[in-house]
C-alpha cells in the first residue's frame, strides 16, 4: 500500500515561528500537495507540486511556501506562523494518472501560541 | 475552476435505516468524483469513485454513490447504517479536461448514527 507520512500528529509554536511541516510518500508519485483543514471549511489547497522543483499556487496560499528538492518529500513552511494558521495540515499524493484519488497522509495538527 | 457543495453539516439516521449523503459539483468539462471519510484525528480515506461508465458506482464498507449529470449530483448512499459508519464525509471533484491533477472538496458532512 502506498504510505504518506507526515512527521509530526501535533505540533505547538510560537507566534514568529518558522515552522516546517514534512511529508514524505514512498510509491513513487509525481504529485503532491498540501491542504488545511477547518471546520466548516473543508480542505482548501495551499500548494501543489507536480514534479521535483516544481510548485504551484493553491486556492490560499499566502502565508505559506513549499519545498520539494525531492520526489519522495514534499515540505510546507511557515514563514512567519501566526495563530490565524492554527488548523489540521494534510498532505496527499497521486500518480499523473489524473482518475486516481489521493492518498493522505495523517495530518499535523498545528498549534501557534 | 472546479468545485463541490455539500448542503448539510450534519446528517442523523438510527442504526439499519439508509443513509444519504449529499454533493454537488461544478467543472468546466467532465469531472471525475470522488468520496472520502475520516475517522477522529485521521487523514481521509478513499472510498469510492466515478470516472466513467455505469452511473452507479459501489465501493468500501458498502457504500455506493449515483452520479446524475443533468443535476450535476454525486449523493452517497448506504441501504442500511452502521454505528461505525459515524464520521466526516468528503465528496471531491477532479476536471478531466484540465491538465493539473488538483481536486477540490466540500466542506464536509459529519454522519452520525444512533444506535
Known amino acids: 500500500d502506498v504510505k504518506v507520512t507526515q512527521s509530526s500528529r501535533y505540533l505547538v509554536k510560537r507566534t514568529g515561528e518558522k515552522v516546517f511541516l514534512e511529508c514524505v510518500q514512498d510509491?513513487?508519485?509525481?504529485?503532491m500537495f498540501w491542504y488545511r483543514q477547518d471546520p466548516g471549511l473543508g480542505l482548501r489547497l495551499i500548494y501543489f507540486?507536480?514534479?521535483?522543483?516544481?510548485?504551484e499556487k493553491g486556492d490560499i496560499p499566502e502565508g505559506y511556501s513549499v519545498s520539494r528538492e525531492k520526489k519522495e518529500r514534499f515540505s510546507l513552511i511557515l514563514e512567519s506562523a501566526s495563530t490565524n494558521q492554527t488548523s489540521m495540515y494534510l498532505c496527499?499524493?497521486?500518480?499523473?494518472?489524473?482518475?486516481?484519488?489521493?492518498?493522505f497522509g495523517s495530518g499535523t495538527r498545528l498549534t501557534v501560541v | 475552476a472546479q468545485s463541490v457543495a455539500q448542503p448539510e453539516d450534519q446528517v442523523n439516521v438510527a442504526e439499519g435505516n439508509p443513509l444519504t449523503v449529499k454533493c454537488t459539483y461544478s467543472?468546466?468539462?467532465?469531472?471525475?468524483l470522488f468520496w472520502y471519510v475520516q475517522y477522529p484525528n485521521r487523514g481521509l480515506q478513499f472510498l469510492l469513485k466515478?470516472?466513467?461508465?455505469?452511473?452507479l458506482v459501489k465501493g468500501s464498507y458498502g457504500f455506493e454513490a449515483e452520479f446524475n449529470k443533468s443535476q450535476t449530483s454525486f449523493h452517497l448512499k448506504k441501504p442500511s447504517a452502521l454505528v461505525s459508519d459515524s464520521a466526516l464525509y468528503f465528496c471531491?471533484?477532479?476536471?478531466?479536461?484540465?491538465?493539473?491533477?488538483?481536486?477540490?472538496f466540500g466542506a464536509g458532512t459529519r454522519l452520525t448514527v444512533k444506535p
Open positions: 496527499a499524493s497521486s500518480p499523473n494518472w489524473v482518475a486516481r484519488g489521493y492518498t
Open positions: 510509491m513513487d508519485h509525481e504529485n
Open positions: 507540486s507536480y514534479d521535483v522543483k516544481m510548485k
Open positions: 467543472v468546466s468539462g467532465n469531472p471525475y
Open positions: 466515478y470516472i466513467t461508465g455505469d452511473n
Open positions: 471531491a471533484v477532479r476536471d478531466r479536461n484540465r491538465n493539473n491533477n488538483d481536486m477540490r
